[in-house]
């Protein structure tokens, strides 16, 4: 095979929005699938599919969508993987790969693994990349370019499968990395589910504050609250499903956090300069790496 033939016949994408949109027309653009599919719960989003010219058919229908796929990618929020997980189970074949783009991985050994009979392969991904857009509308192709993809099959995983996946990605622009599911979600709550929990409170104390006072939050929001509102406005029942899928990692992680800022609130409150200075420096340093590995 040239690095060029496409991977796949047909990829059936579940759920058309922001990723899934940006998947399929990634797949379509770069050569990865001979024909793309898709199927999304909403009739209206299917004719916006097609309208927009991102997959060669749209359907309501999951069965439909599989007929004829060898590979199945859920691209809805994470709190309907058990039920997409249902929709799927008497239409898998043997050979078939199903993968995810959900934002926590845990959860998908949980709500699919046990649907997939032998002979299916199950390599869950996350795409770290996206933006607070969503709907087909907001998708692009190049949307993976430069950015991580984390792939969690389960051990013992079919090694062909998982080629084949890290190859989908590599050829849509992707690096990958491969480690556990349940890694990637402490990961992930760290560097991505905390920072929207921190956003979420901020916006919702701000205008909270603005109410009750009469100040001008939105008015001067450039001094750093306004990139908070952008974290903020991202989709509100993908983050939902987030944090309920993803609760021993984030409660973790925000008793952490807690005690850290507990920290600085008493640096402030005794006029500890240096401690504060210090840890400000510390944490420059950090946005200086992610700078020169190329994440900004
Ligand atoms: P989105 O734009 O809201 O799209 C999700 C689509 O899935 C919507 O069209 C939704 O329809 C449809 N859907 C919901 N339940 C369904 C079901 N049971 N069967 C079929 N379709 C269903 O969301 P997104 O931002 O693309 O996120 C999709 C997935 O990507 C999530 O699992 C998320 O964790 C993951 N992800 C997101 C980002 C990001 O930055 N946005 C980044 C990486 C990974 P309705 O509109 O009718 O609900």
């Known amino acids: 095979m040239t690095d060029t033939a496409p991977l796949f ?11 899934g949109s ?37 359907t309501t229908e999951i069965p439909v969508a599989m007929d004829g796929a060898d590979l199945v990618v859920l691209c809805s929020p994470v709190g309907s993987f058990a039920e997409v997980g249902e929709a799927i189970a008497p239409h898998l074949r043997e050979g078939m790969i199903i993968s995810d ?6 959860a998908v050994l949980r709500d699919i693994g046990p649907h997939l009979p032998d002979g299916v392969h199950l390599v869950p991904g996350h795409p770290v990349a996206g933006t607070e857009h969503s709907g087909p509308e907001a ?43 349940s890694h990637h979600d402490r990961v992930l709550a760290i560097t991505s589910h905390l920072p929207h929990l921190i956003a979420y409170t901020i916006v919702g104390t701000a205008s909270d504050l603005e109410e009750t006072t009469k100040s001008e939050v939105i008015k001067f ?10 974290i903020a406005a991202s989709d509100p029942v993908m983050w939902r499903d987030i ?12 008793q952490r956090f807690t005690e850290d800022l507990t920290a600085l609130q008493r640096a402030i409150r005794w006029g500890e300069g240096q401690q504060l200075q210090d840890h400000f420096s510390k944490t420059r340093t950090i946005r200086r790496s992610i700078i020169d590995a190329k994440q900004a």
Do not use: H
């Open 22 to 58: 940006s998947l399929a027309r990634a797949l379509t653009e770069y050569g990865v699938a001979r024909s793309v599919v898709c199927a999304d719960r909403s009739i209206d989003v299917c004719a916006k599919a097609m309208e927009l010219g991102i997959v060669e058919m749209a």
């Open 221 to 230: 929001s450039a001094g750093g609250f306004r990139d908070f509102t952008r």
């Open 243 to 254: 944090f309920l899928n993803n609760r021993e990692a984030v409660l973790d992680t925000l």
């Open 101 to 106: 783009v959900g934002s926590v991985k845990q």
């Open 139 to 181: 998708g692009f192709a190049s949307l993976f370019q430069g950015r991580w993809c984390i792939l969690t099959p389960p051990p013992g995983t079919d090694a062909g499968a998982v080629e084949k996946m890290t190859a989908l990605w590599r050829r849509i622009g992707s690096t990958v990395e491969i480690m556990e599911a």
């Open 9 to 19: 016949d047909r990829v059936a994408i579940i759920g058309i929005g922001l990723i």
